[in-house]
T-cell receptor, first 118, second 111 residues
Framework: DTEVTQTPKHLVMGMTNKKSLKCEQH?????MYWYKQKAKKPPELMFV???????INESVPSRFSPECPNSSLLNLHLHALQPEDSALYLCASSQEGGGTSGRGETQYFGPGTRLLVL | GNSVTQMEGPVTLSEEAFLTINCTYT??????LFWYVQYPGEGLQLLLK?????DKGSNKGFEATYRKETTSFHLEKGSVQVSDSAVYFC??????????FGSGTKLNVKP
């Protein structure tokens, strides 16, 4: 089973709302990722968790707050977002994380949450 | 630095035509190379990968060979179907599991 699930599938929120995106995998993977994808663009890495610790934060604004409660779950808490934050938010997982050069691990992506900020 | 360059789309083909989507990369060291596919309204799905020079990745009739001498990883399929219509991303994976994605190539296959 190479499935990563994400909820909700769609989300509409106002700029003053607080909401959370959820991601789950049951492949025993120890690395999990958040990406942001704007229309007609490739995904952009936001955060990487490796063994439940935040290992990469790609200078993401503090209105995005990741959380990794356990090795199977990854959340992204949203607060005071801007309309330009509207995008597809993708979660991914891989076996270990922090890989060495030349033998990078496959990342398995979820279907994404399509977020619209009004 | 590390980067990936893909041919610009959209690419429009008739069903059963031969497909090539070009991908070249710049990297220090020896990255792994991937092709991901994104169908409309969905997330990314791994299509194929290669982890070292001269490796060939293949899946669902698609193939790509890791060519170190030309720093390329072109995607090919001998006979495309309407169901192959999607956006295809070439990606390079190096340290710390950070992907460097190409800009994506949209493929439209007409019946």
């Amino acid at each position: 089973d190479t499935e990563v699930t994400q909820t909700p599938k769609h989300l509409v929120m106002g700029m003053t709302n607080k909401k959370s995106l959820k991601c789950e995998q049951h492949m025993g993977h120890r690395a999990m990722y958040w990406y942001k994808q704007k229309a007609k663009k490739p995904p952009e890495l936001m955060f990487v968790y490796s063994y439940e610790k935040l290992s990469i934060n790609e200078s993401v604004p503090s209105r995005f707050s990741p959380e990794c409660p356990n090795s199977s779950l990854l959340n992204l808490h949203l607060h005071a977002l801007q309309p330009e934050d509207s995008a597809l938010y993708l979660c991914a997982s891989s076996q270990e994380g922090g890989g060495t050069s030349g033998r990078g691990e496959t990342q398995y992506f979820g279907p994404g949450t399509r977020l619209l900020v009004l | 630095g590390n980067s990936v360059t893909q041919m610009e789309g959209p690419v429009t083909l008739s069903e059963e035509a031969f497909l090539t989507i070009n991908c070249t990369y710049t990297a220090t060291g020896y990255p792994s190379l991937f092709w991901y596919v994104q169908y409309p309204g969905e997330g990314l799905q791994l299509l194929l990968k290669a982890t070292k020079a001269d490796d060939k990745g293949s899946n669902k009739g698609f193939e790509a060979t890791y060519r170190k001498e030309t720093t390329s990883f072109h995607l090919e399929k001998g006979s495309v179907q309407v169901s192959d219509s999607a956006v295809y991303f070439c990606a390079l994976l190096y340290n710390f599991n950070k992907f460097y994605f190409g800009s994506g190539t949209k493929l439209n296959v007409k019946p």
